[in-house]
């Protein structure tokens, strides 16, 4: 066991603070990154402040983890010392179930193991996330990273917040002729709207940020709708193929089936705890559309997206941070007010 230094909450409203802990002695296809930079989800706010039931304090978020390869196993052949690396959400998953094989590991059949919030197949401890000095992770876990250095504290948002956007664009076939909404501009939304229109869609960002407008033609909208606007939610009826909904908060979900094609999807991938308003049976049936949910990606997408990302030059908005301005960015990624991702550097934990 090696003692690793992070930054963790130690209940569910008490400020983060130092906390040392032992990871696992590298095994044979082990891959030991230290991590420079860890993006903040919202999903690390629902975690740490127990809003998807207790987790076990001290509790160490941190699932958008970038960083360099410090030591490998004896087997590992895909990276080595010196490699920039990243990690995501997941650092395991059974291998062998239906899902594993055709690499979507985030739908292991038999549950995979989360980079926090689970237990690890090694050692039988929590997982802790990247708010941390280094990780020891399965080599077939740990992605590749193309982007230059220079702007590698923007890349880390593309282990969460990027796969769970590109995996259903991609699985929806976004593209060319198609007319794609992201709802919600934080973290997840605003790498949607630059990855759909990437890849060639018609964008359409909903925001209930009037501020946001600009800033989301900017990054890569056709078109911005204030979604507390009913007028101009009203001009896009029956106009959507797809619709990708990263709000956290409880939403009347007839509103947006209102805006579908025939055919057309939305796609639920935020992650709050509060019900949705449904909508009736005719919403859905009158165009034969579907309401579905999307989770992260799976590690082959995950590898695909960030080489596109590289290629393309696409990576997150952000505000660099210190640890100890992890407090004060929960409460501003939970009032809306972050362009777009929060990214501790992680050289400030000393
Ligand atoms: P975020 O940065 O806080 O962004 C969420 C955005 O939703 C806000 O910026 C805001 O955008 C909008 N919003 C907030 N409150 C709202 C309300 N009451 N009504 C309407 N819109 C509201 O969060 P994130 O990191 O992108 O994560 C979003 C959700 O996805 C979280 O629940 C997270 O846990 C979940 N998640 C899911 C997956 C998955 O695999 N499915 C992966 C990662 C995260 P505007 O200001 O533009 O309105
Ligand atoms: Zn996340």
New binding site residues.
Partial sequence: MTTAHAWAAHAAHAPFAPFTFERRELAPDDVRLDILFCGI???D??FARGEWGDPRYPAVPGHEIVGRVSAVGSAVTRHKVGDLAGVG?LVDSCGHCGSCHQGLE?YCEVGGTGTYMSTEKQSGLPTYGGYSDFIVVKESFVLRIGHEEAGLAAVAPLL??GI?LWSPLRHWKAGPGKKVGI???????HMGVKLAHALGAHVV?????PG?VDECKRLGADEVII?RDKADMARHRHSFDLIIN??????DLGTFCALLKRDGTLV?????TEKHIAPDAFALLGKRISIA????GGIAETQEMLDFCAEHGITADIELIGVKGVDAAYDR??A?D?K??FVIDMATLG
Avoid at 205 to 209: E, I, L, V, W
Avoid at 268 to 272: E, I, L, N, R, S
């Fill in positions: 989800c919202h999903s706010v629902h959400c985030q969460c917040a769970t709802v919600g501009i934080g973290g997840l939304g960002a909903f925001t209930t940020s946001k979604s990263t709000v956290s908060a409880s939403q639920m991938v935020g992650a709050g949910g999307s989770a992260i990624i939970v809306s972050v777009y991702r």
